[in-house]
């Protein structure tokens, strides 16, 4: 087992270019997490997924920010436009089916947008 | 809705001495708790987690947590601390009657003096 994988592991831009993080969770696992962590504001719950389909969004920022799950195997987060404002690092985790089941995280894409 | 707090940004024990890491969590439903330890420039890795039966359970690198359902708590502890243990722990809820939503609390940092 791999883990959660993603890419990129850093990410340096220009304000106002777009961004995209991916993010590969664990084979079998049905539910899909995105996070930021920030000095400030700790660690934010942005957005998850169940079986691909968007449970909660309630914690986008704002309408720059989307994620997408086209399949079990792979998830997106794009922030478009970028602000200085959004540099964080971002997590994704997954976990199994079972609201008793931890979730696994991957290693994080340290986004800086200059 | 649910919330986790995590009462200290910060622990400092000396080596070899016992360790306690408080959290306290509410919610509507039975809780599923969890303990996760982040060491720098990694992902979130868990710890241990609470299901239902015994209130105490043990987990990884000998930390171990006490449920306490009255006092809505779980804290994390460890008999003999060491150098090693020094990282951000984040305590977490998830509720069978919240679509798997999983909170997390905003982390102490545990440092461990020798």
């Known amino acids: 087992d791999a883990g959660v994988i993603q890419s990129p592991r850093h990410e340096v831009t220009e304000m106002g270019q777009e961004v995209t993080l991916r993010c590969k969770p664990i084979?079998?696992?049905?539910?899909l997490f995105w996070y930021r962590q920030t000095m400030m504001r700790g660690l934010e719950l942005l957005i998850y997924?169940?079986?691909?389909?968007?449970?909660?969004d309630s914690g986008m920022p704002e309408d720059r920010f989307s994620a997408k799950m086209p399949n079990a195997s792979f998830s997106t987060l794009k922030i478009q436009p970028s602000e200085p404002r959004d540099s964080a690092v971002y997590f994704c985790?997954?976990?199994?089916?079972?609201?008793?089941?931890?979730?696994?995280f991957g290693n994080g894409t340290r986004l800086t947008v200059t | 809705a649910q919330s986790v707090a995590q009462p200290e940004d910060q622990v400092n024990v000396a080596e070899g001495n016992p360790l306690t890491v408080k959290c306290t969590y509410s919610?509507?439903?039975?809780?599923?708790l969890f303990w996760y330890v982040q060491y720098p420039n990694r992902g979130l890795q868990f710890l241990l987690k609470y299901i239902t039966g015994d209130n105490l359970v043990k987990g990884s690198y000998g930390f171990e947590a006490e449920f306490n359902k009255s006092q809505t708590s779980f804290h994390l502890k460890k008999p003999s601390a060491l150098v090693s243990d020094s990282a951000l722990y984040f305590c977490?809820?998830?509720?069978?009657?919240?679509?798997?939503?999983?909170?997390f609390g905003d982390g102490t940092t545990l440092t461990v003096k020798p």
């Open positions: 977490a809820v998830r509720v069978n009657t919240n679509a798997g939503k999983s909170t």
């Open positions: 985790a997954s976990s199994r089916d079972s609201y008793n089941s931890p979730l696994h």
């Open positions: 084979s079998g696992h049905d539910y």
């Open positions: 919610v509507s439903g039975n809780p599923y």
């Open positions: 997924f169940n079986n691909n389909v968007p449970i909660d």
